[in-house]
């Protein structure tokens, strides 16, 4: 079964930085747009940004000017790098591959962001 692996979560004061990083088969990587969402308490998962494999990037209007979506397809990672966050970042975070709008990988257990003082 393919399986995504997102680590770098962790607890960040608001205005601070965290990188995310999430693993992918290299099948999965190469042939689909790759994206982060994130879930907080109560609400639905959302995306939050996406890439293609030729380097198209679209962002969600909150996180825009302060995340930045990335891939390497050496090491089929996609990377979230999150700056000036803000409490309301608070959430799960997970990557997904996108096909027709919709994610298709079974989700796994994200990582979780902590925006607070």
């Known amino acids: 079964q393919v399986q995504f692996v997102e680590s770098g979560g962790g607890l960040v004061q608001p205005g601070g930085s965290l990188r995310l990083s999430c693993a992918a088969p290299?099948?999965?990587?190469?042939?689909?747009?790759m994206g982060w969402y994130r879930q907080a308490p109560g609400n639905q998962r959302e995306l939050i940004a996406s890439?293609?494999?030729?380097?198209?990037?679209n962002y969600v209007d909150s996180v825009k000017g302060r995340f930045a979506i990335s891939r390497d397809n050496a090491r089929n990672t996609v990377y979230l790098q999150m700056n000036s966050l803000k409490p309301e970042d608070t959430a799960v975070y997970s990557c997904?591959?996108?096909?027709?709008?919709?994610?298709?990988?079974?989700w796994g257990q994200g990582t979780q962001v902590t925006v607070s003082s």
């Open positions: 997904n591959a996108i096909h027709f709008g919709r994610a298709i990988v079974p």
């Open positions: 290299g099948n999965v990587f190469r042939s689909y747009v």
């Open positions: 890439m293609t494999g030729g380097g198209i990037r």
